[in-house]
């Protein structure tokens, strides 16, 4: 990424890697509503898991990156490891920006 960030987030679907493009102000909201009132990320359900399939699309912004591919592609144990990427690489976005002092 530009501007030093050099931390970046990338998926494979098939044995092809796609790399995040710069996020979208979104992406930031969908991760707080994943992340409401929990000490630590879990996945306990159905719909906590179609939100996270949701966020990675998201993260990644590419229109051949959809929830539903990501659901049948990405393999098993890649999941967490991919979640957890995703949500360093957001935070690393949204905390390496300078407002300047005050």
Known sequence: MKGGNT??????????????????AKIYK??????RGKDTFTIDNEETLD????????????PE??????????DA?????CIEQAVAWIHGVFNSVDLGER
Do not use: C, W
């Open 30 to 35: 969908k991760l707080m509503k994943l992340q």
């Open 51 to 62: 939100q996270v399939y949701e966020l990675l699309a998201d993260a990644i912004g590419h």
């Open 65 to 74: 990156v959809t929830p539903e591919r990501i659901q049948e592609e990405l």
């Open 7 to 24: 931390m970046s987030f990338s998926i494979f679907l098939n044995d092809v890697e796609y790399v995040a493009k710069k996020p979208k």
């Open 77 to 81: 144990d890649q999941l967490l490891p």
